[in-house]
């Protein structure tokens, strides 16, 4: 096992940034300190080879031009805040409005834009810790909040473990939005990789992606991966949900409690499945349908529309609208901890 933390470049405001490698012997995951993000992950296919399975850019300031949020940590609160506003408390708070008239992903300046220190975790041979703030009123999101990111390499998995401190009442919602090609990051279409999701319903949207509350089971529709099927098989069905997202863009009500299993994904060609575990009670499935980079990618590569697949693990979009949702109250006294975990072996065959 190691760790090695060197230099990678500089922002296009010149900051430098700082590249982590932890490797074992048989995962080795490649971070950055902006954004957190994960920048390659070589996974072994079935003859041996290494595949690297997570798209992305060649340089800090690709990743700052492109929109599609590759590989980044994503808060303060993931996904979606309806009409950019929610109540806390006795007040109604007012965050950035960056996506029609809603908040996505934080607004302007979240995690997923910032530059984090590394360390190597303390006691840990196969472990970094990535810490940042966000002042109080960052895009209108209150208290001062430390995030701290633990990256370990388990095995055959990659453990993501969020913990997150407030000094005063906040929401808070973090996840990685890494973009899988199993059978390889410049491979094209991810439509043929075989999915499972570990859910009976998924939570509907109106037309500006935000949940109506409504939880709507998925037996009998195109939503339906509890049992294994490839990606593309109803992605074109005329159904609401899907033509609305222009595929799978929604957030699947993952079974149970605690850190359990999510979904599998399998990519046809390497071999190479992934299976996610979380403790988060829900999971945003998005088949990329909105991709379309800017610049050149990893290894010069040109991705496109569908070449990968997100796996977000989540709690609830616009949670804090919706009383009956988990709530993503964080308080002084109750920090916000959160885990998920990316683990790889090869499918049966």
């Known amino acids: 096992m190691s760790v090695s933390i060197t230099d990678f470049g500089k922002t296009a405001g010149g900051e430098n940034v700082r590249l982590v490698v932890l490797k074992n012997d048989q995962l080795e995951v490649h971070l950055l300190t902006y954004a957190a993000l994960i920048h390659k992950i070589l996974v072994p296919d079935r003859n041996g080879n290494p595949v690297d399975v997570v798209l992305g850019y060649p340089t800090v300031p690709d990743y700052e031009r492109n929109t599609d949020y590759m590989g980044r940590a994503i808060g303060r609160f993931a996904n979606r805040i309806g009409g950019a506003q929610f109540p806390l408390y006795e007040e109604t708070v007012h965050v950035t409005a960056n996506e029609n008239g809603n908040c996505l992903h934080s607004g302007l300046h979240g995690f997923g834009a910032t530059l984090f220190d590394v ?6 041979n196969d472990s970094v810790t990535m810490t940042a703030s966000s002042p109080d009123g960052t895009d209108g999101f209150p208290g001062n909040v430390e995030l701290e990111i633990q990256y370990k390499l388990v095995k055959s998995g990659l453990m993501i473990h969020y913990t997150a401190t407030t000094d005063a009442p906040t929401v808070c919602s973090l996840t990685n939005h890494s973009y899988f090609n199993l059978n390889g990051h410049a491979s094209g279409t991810a439509l043929g990789h075989r999915v499972s999701v570990d859910a009976d319903a998924y939570l509907e949207t109106d037309d500006g992606s935000i949940p109506t509350g409504r939880r709507i089971p998925v037996a009998g529709t195109p939503m339906d991966f509890t049992e294994e099927k490839t990606l593309g098989l109803d992605i074109g069905a005329d159904y609401p949900a899907l033509n609305q997202g222009g595929g799978y863009d ?40 909105s991709l379309a980079p800017v610049t050149d990618c990893k290894d010069g590569a040109h991705y496109q529309k569908r070449d990968a697949v997100c796996l977000e693990t989540e709690e609830f979009p616009d949670a804090p609208n919706h009383p009956d949702f988990p709530d993503t109250t964080v308080l002084p006294d109750t920090p916000y901890s959160s885990t998920t975990i990316y683990r790889f072996d090869l499918a049966p065959q």
């Open 119 to 124: 360390e190597p975790t303390a006691g840990e």
């Open 250 to 289: 929604h957030c699947y009500i993952i079974r149970d409690t605690g850190l359990r299993h999510a979904a599998w994904v399998t990519g046809p060609q390497t071999g190479i499945r992934m299976e996610v575990l979380t403790t988060l009670p829900g999971m945003q499935l998005y088949s990329a349908n």
